[in-house]
DNA sequence: GCCGTTTTCGGCCCGACTGTTTTCAGTCG
């Protein structure tokens, strides 16, 4: 059975496909549906076997006809029948950076080309030469992306944690080089999406072209691609692309409301604003020509009679609804989080080790640290810190913020007695889930999802939930990535978000599994390792 | 093809930038 980014993969075919075809707003409701299918938490079979396709957003009666079809049989007939229709190699040229469906289309009825070696051939035969349109500026942009020299491909999404410290990195650098006010990063970035494709940098500044220049300066960017008066679009070393866009101070808000996105979320908005009267662009809210809101996001959702919206929660799946009823949840922030109950220490760490880790910890506000003392390390092999730390330790652990032992278990581990305080890692890499310990164990469950088909979590997230384990939550293969969480909270089971207690302002791990979290509609009382008195479910907290 | 606290039909976000243009088309996000 396909999985749900597979099918995602083919209505986007089907997508465009259409739009070589010339079809105005079909190929946009297939992106759509497209766009749903991949944010799901669980996989589509699931959905289409109680009845409830039709839920989805974008997913009308045409498209969950084709979903049914492709889930039973594999394939659509209507893709067999475009795809005879239009030439697969036109689909190539629809991908070429600068080219699109329009153009395309040209190629293939006025001169009968029907892939990207015929255009080649063309080019290099002057055909193109004096066609209404082609210039030698656009023949020249088209002849590189035919033929893109190495290292130039377009870049994949990348996993936020990896993009995470460029994103601090260049933030830093234009609040020192600079002369900005305000720098933030928008887009998937701060939405906490799981990939990143590009980042979104906005900036507000009295001289745009002094911050575009020291931005043009930066030792890690390797090509400017594109500059106007408002923005400036560039390639880093790493391949990454970033645009920097600069607006007036009276325009952040709009601004940094529309480059958050998501597209889905900005299309519901404006929807919603021309209903009532309003235009929303990135320069604010406007009534007629009067521009009524736009310095900060609040305002701009006040106008349309909207609570501020959480950017983790801007997907259009309902929460434009919930902040006009004013029943958003309150999602867990990083003020809630008041322990960090998986700290692992190198195997050569010495007792003040811990006197520093309990610096950060007070640093951050927290109350209980959970040390890996023993058990199964992150490379896989047995862990046990000297005996000189753990009576450190047992010493510490009387005092605030305390400091306690935590075990790392293998899958279906025998659950020893860790002791009054300590806590337990189980960690779960493989197979269904261990019967033979008994609803008592306490710890939190350390549960991948990287690799692993849809859905095969679901018994691990009942069997955590029943024995009130938190199931930790952020990057890597080893934790939930959002969707992930979402199905775990649905299954009622506890999340845990790490903090990066070791790591620095660089680290990952914190903010991203917070922002996992958020986008999974996590309030405090889904968290394990949130205060006590704000938690419902989850026993991971200190033993009181 | 989807969708509806004005709609089951008639709409479908909006602007920047580039290149080729004399007022605009295409692409992109």
């Given at each position: 059975?396909?999985?749900?980014?597979e099918?995602?993969?083919?209505?986007?075919?089907?997508a465009?496909?259409?739009?070589v075809?010339?079809?105005?707003?079909?190929p946009?409701?297939?992106?759509?549906?497209?766009r749903s299918i991949?944010?799901?938490?669980?996989?589509?079979?699931?959905?289409?076997?109680?009845?409830?396709?039709?839920?989805?957003?974008?997913?009308?009666e045409?498209?969950?006809?084709?979903?049914?079809?492709?889930l039973?049989?594999?394939?659509?007939?209507y893709?067999?029948?475009?795809?005879?229709?239009?030439?697969?190699g036109?689909?190539?040229?629809?991908?070429?950076?600068?080219?699109?469906?329009?153009?395309?289309?040209?190629?293939?009825?006025?001169?009968?080309?029907?892939?990207?070696?015929?255009?080649?051939?063309?080019?290099e035969?002057?055909?193109?030469?004096?066609?209404?349109?082609?210039?030698?500026?656009?023949?020249?942009?088209?002849?590189?992306?035919?033929?893109?020299p190495?290292?130039?491909?377009?870049?994949?999404?990348?996993p936020?944690?990896?993009?995470?410290?460029?994103?601090?990195?260049?933030?830093?650098?234009?609040?020192?080089?600079?002369?900005?006010?305000?720098?933030?990063?928008?887009?998937?970035?701060?939405?906490?999406?799981?990939t990143?494709?590009?980042?979104?940098?906005?900036?507000?500044?009295?001289?745009p072209?002094?911050?575009?220049?020291?931005?043009?300066?930066?030792?890690?960017?390797?090509?400017?691609?594109?500059?106007?008066?408002t923005?400036?679009?560039?390639?880093?070393?790493?391949?990454?692309?970033?645009?920097?866009?600069?607006?007036?101070?009276?325009?952040?808000?709009?601004?940094?409301?529309?480059?958050?996105?998501?597209k889905?979320?900005?299309?519901?908005?404006?929807?919603?604003?021309?209903?009532?009267?309003?235009?929303?662009?990135?320069?604010?809210?406007?009534?007629?020509?009067t521009r009524?809101?736009g310095?900060?996001?609040?305002?701009?959702?006040?106008?349309?009679?909207?609570?501020?919206?959480?950017?983790?929660?801007r997907?259009?799946?309902?929460?434009?609804?919930?902040?006009?009823?004013?029943?958003?949840?309150?999602?867990?922030?990083?003020?809630?989080?008041?322990?960090?109950?998986?700290?692992?220490?190198p195997?050569?760490?010495?007792?003040?080790?811990?006197?520093?880790?309990?610096?950060?910890?007070?640093?951050?506000?927290?109350?209980?640290?959970?040390?890996?003392?023993?058990?199964i390390?992150?490379?896989?092999?047995?862990?046990?810190?000297?005996?000189?730390?753990?009576?450190?330790?047992?010493?510490?652990?009387?005092?605030?913020?305390?400091?306690?032992?935590?075990?790392?278990?293998?899958?279906?581990?025998?659950?020893?007695?860790?002791?009054s305080?300590?806590?337990?890692?189980?960690?779960?890499?493989?197979?269904?889930?261990?019967?033979?310990?008994?609803?008592?164990?306490?710890?939190?469950?350390?549960?991948?999802?990287?690799?692993?088909?849809?859905?095969?979590?679901?018994?691990?997230?009942?069997?955590?939930?029943?024995?009130?384990?938190?199931?930790e939550?952020?990057?890597?293969?080893?934790?939930?990535?959002?969707?992930?969480?979402?199905?775990a909270?649905?299954?009622?089971?506890?999340?845990?978000?790490?903090?990066?207690?070791?790591?620095?302002?660089?680290?990952p791990?914190?903010?991203v599994?917070?922002?996992?979290?958020?986008r999974?509609?996590?309030?405090p009382?889904?968290?394990?390792?949130?205060?006590?008195?704000?938690?419902?479910?989850?026993?991971?907290g200190?033993?009181?």
């Amino acid at each position: 059975m396909p999985t749900n980014a597979e099918v995602a993969a083919t209505f986007r075919e089907i997508a465009d496909l259409l739009d070589v075809l010339g079809e105005t707003f079909k190929p946009e409701a297939y992106r759509r549906a497209a766009r749903s299918i991949e944010s799901l938490s669980e996989p589509l079979g699931a959905v289409e076997a109680r009845g409830e396709l039709r839920t989805i957003p974008g997913v009308g009666e045409a498209i969950a006809e084709k979903i049914r079809e492709l889930l039973s049989t594999g394939t659509i007939a209507y893709r067999d029948r475009l795809l005879h229709e239009v030439p697969p190699g036109l689909l190539e040229i629809v991908r070429l950076p600068g080219l699109g469906p329009k153009t395309a289309r040209r190629f293939w009825v006025e001169l009968g080309i029907e892939g990207p070696a015929e255009l080649r051939a063309a080019i290099e035969a002057g055909r193109l030469d004096g066609v209404k349109g082609f210039g030698p500026k656009k023949i020249a942009q088209i002849r590189a992306a035919l033929a893109p020299p190495a290292g130039t491909a377009p870049s994949p999404r990348r996993p936020i944690e990896e993009v995470y410290p460029i994103a601090v990195g260049l933030v830093e650098a234009l609040r020192r080089d600079a002369p900005v006010r305000a720098v933030e990063i928008a887009g998937s970035f701060r939405r906490g999406q799981e990939t990143v494709g590009d980042l979104d940098v906005l900036a507000t500044s009295a001289e745009p072209e002094r911050v575009f220049d020291a931005f043009s300066k930066l030792p890690e960017i390797r090509e400017v691609r594109l500059r106007g008066g408002t923005k400036e679009t560039v390639v880093l070393s790493n391949g990454l692309q970033v645009d920097l866009r600069v607006v007036e101070p009276d325009a952040f808000g709009a601004a940094l409301q529309y480059f958050t996105g998501s597209k889905d979320h900005n299309v519901a908005l404006r929807t919603l604003a021309r209903d009532r009267g309003l235009k929303i662009n990135e320069y604010g809210v406007f009534r007629g020509e009067t521009r009524i809101a736009g310095r900060t996001e609040a305002e701009v959702y006040a106008t349309l009679g909207l609570a501020w919206i959480p950017p983790e929660l801007r997907v259009d799946r309902g929460e434009i609804a919930l902040a006009g009823a004013g029943t958003l949840p309150t999602l867990v922030t990083a003020a809630d989080l008041v322990a960090d109950l998986h700290v692992h220490l190198p195997a050569d760490a010495a007792p003040a080790d811990l006197d520093g880790l309990r610096d950060a910890a007070r640093a951050q506000q927290l109350e209980l640290v959970g040390v890996v003392a023993g058990g199964i390390g992150p490379d896989g092999r047995a862990v046990d810190l000297a005996a000189a730390v753990r009576a450190r330790l047992r010493e510490l652990g009387k005092d605030r913020p305390r400091l306690v032992a935590v075990e790392e278990l293998a899958t279906g581990a025998a659950p020893g007695d860790a002791g009054s305080g300590a806590y337990r890692l189980l960690r779960a890499d493989a197979g269904p889930p261990p019967t033979g310990d008994g609803p008592t164990a306490r710890g939190l469950v350390h549960l991948g999802t990287g690799g692993r088909p849809d859905g095969a979590l679901l018994p691990w997230f009942a069997w955590a939930a029943s024995r009130h384990l938190p199931i930790e939550v952020g990057p890597g293969p080893d934790r939930l990535d959002s969707n992930g969480a979402r199905a775990a909270l649905e299954a009622h089971a506890a999340l845990l978000v790490p903090r990066s207690l070791r790591g620095g302002p660089l680290d990952p791990t914190g903010p991203v599994a917070l922002a996992f979290a958020r986008r999974a509609g996590a309030r405090p009382q889904d968290v394990g390792n949130a205060r006590p008195e704000r938690r419902a479910t989850g026993r991971a907290g200190p033993t009181r």
